[in-house]
T-cell receptor, first 110, second 117 residues
Framework: GENVEQHPSTLSVQEGDSAVIKCTYSDSASNYFPWYKQELGKRPQLIIDIRSNVGEKKDQRIAVTLNKTAKHFSLHITETQPEDSAVYFCAASWLNDMRFGAGTRLTVKP | DTEVTQTPKHLVMGMTNKKSLKCEQHMGHRAMYWYKQKAKKPPELMFVYSYEKLSINESVPSRFSPECPNSSLLNLHLHALQPEDSALYLC????????????????FGEGSRLTVL
């Protein structure tokens, strides 16, 4: 089955700085790569996703890049704000089989 | 309605009890999922139903028994659980894309927090 690795496990940045989280996946058949944000005690919520036929996608301060050849994808958050503090999970999916990375705890210091 | 509703929100049960977790969605999604999430860990896939048929079973112990009575409902029947089964159980649903389109966004419920004594 799919194996998703995510780094770093924790990330601390100053407000206004950028944050980058990286993931690699093992199954070349995976073709959908979402990123979820989970705040303490809440459900995971989709913040951005990308499909394998696209190399980059941006939504305001958030962007995701995908390198299919290298089987890695990254989340970029610019101009971070304290409310960005949460755990972020990457995931990779083929058909209806979605597996998550171990998560990154992002702390944005005011 | 873009919600996935899970009940109960909290459940405490003994190791000899039988209980069920319930999940409901009315978004017309034909894939429904059970994930288990322990504290500070990612969601771990347990079961997937596609068109009301079990399509993925991640070697979950038989004390967990899923059921999909119709396209809107998903149950997880619990029996003879162990304390290590205490976790947040998340239900999710998604569209199924035809051909090689794969899955789409997973919509998660708020979860059922299970404590096994």
């Amino acid at each position: 089955g799919e194996n998703v690795e995510q780094h770093p496990s924790t990330l601390s940045v100053q407000e206004g700085d950028s944050a980058v989280i990286k993931c690699t996946y093992s199954d070349s058949a995976s073709n959908y790569f979402p990123w979820y944000k989970q705040e303490l005690g809440k459900r995971p919520q989709l913040i951005i996703d990308i499909r394998s036929n696209v190399g980059e996608k941006k939504d305001q301060r958030i962007a995701v890049t995908l390198n299919k050849t290298a089987k890695h994808f990254s989340l970029h958050i610019t101009e971070t704000q304290p409310e960005d503090s949460a755990v972020y999970f990457c995931a990779a999916s083929w058909l209806n089989d979605m597996r998550f990375g171990a998560g990154t705890r992002l702390t944005v210091k005011p | 309605d873009t919600e996935v509703t899970q009940t109960p929100k909290h459940l405490v049960m003994g190791m000899t009890n039988k209980k069920s977790l319930k999940c409901e969605q009315h978004m017309g999604h034909r894939a429904m999922y059970w994930y288990k999430q322990k504290a500070k860990k990612p969601p771990e896939l347990m079961f997937v139903y596609s068109y009301e048929k079990l399509s993925i079973n991640e070697s979950v112990p038989s004390r967990f028994s899923p059921e999909c009575p119709n396209s809107s409902l998903l149950n997880l029947h619990l029996h003879a659980l162990q304390p290590e089964d205490s976790a947040l159980y998340l239900c999710a649903s998604s569209l199924l894309r035809g051909g090689s389109g794969g899955t789409g966004e997973l919509f998660f419920g708020e979860g059922s927090r299970l404590t096994v004594l």
